[in-house]
């Protein structure tokens, strides 16, 4: 009886605990309730490739209330995508980098991934991308949650776009890209 008592006694204590530790955080970090996903992509498609590098592109929308951070990229047809930007070194060359931080969109906005901007690298390709074909991405939000899409592959060789010549050793500068 006297142990039940006693155990009982200690169980409200750290119950009282525990309350204030919730308490003290901020209420984004208790509650991480699953959210819709207020995400949707339009109008995706990925460069033809046969092997090495890709990228893919389109319209990434936010519908929702709030910003949403796309964290990072996956897909079946390459065994590592990453978020790119497109950006004038100090030389004045265009060159393609890392994104810190992820793709940020807006609350009602949206991001346009496209040739010479913003897009999701595929690093190394599993397999031949053939036009017409169709790939499914995933895209990790910073909330964890995941949305997915598909793209449809095309055959791209703009006059300014030229990803095939691009030395990705040292995310490789290339013309307009
Ligand atoms: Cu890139």
């Not at 969109?105 to 991308?129: K, Y």
């Amino acid at each position: 009886m006297n142990t039940r008592t006693r155990k009982t006694a200690r169980w409200s204590t750290l119950a009282i605990v525990g309350t204030l530790l919730v308490t003290g955080c901020t209420a984004q970090t208790a509650e991480p309730a699953p959210t819709t996903p207020t995400i949707e992509v339009a109008d995706a498609w990925v460069k033809a490739a046969d092997s090495g590098m890709s990228a893919a592109f389109g319209d990434i929308r936010n519908t929702g209330a709030t910003d949403v951070t796309v964290a990072s990229a996956e897909t079946e047809a390459s065994t590592m995508v990453e978020l790119h930007e497109t950006i004038e070194d100090d030389a004045g060359m265009m060159v393609m980098r890392k994104v810190d931080g992820g793709f940020v969109i807006p609350a009602g906005e949206s991001l346009t991934l496209e040739p010479g901007g913003d897009h999701l690298m595929l690093m190394d390709l599993t397999a031949p991308l053939v036009a017409g074909d169709e790939v499914t991405f995933t895209l990790t939000l910073s909330d964890a949650s995941t949305v997915q899409f598909s793209a449809v592959v095309k055959d791209y060789s703009g006059a300014n776009e030229t990803y095939d010549d691009i030395d990705h050793g040292e995310h490789g500068s290339g013309e307009g890209h």
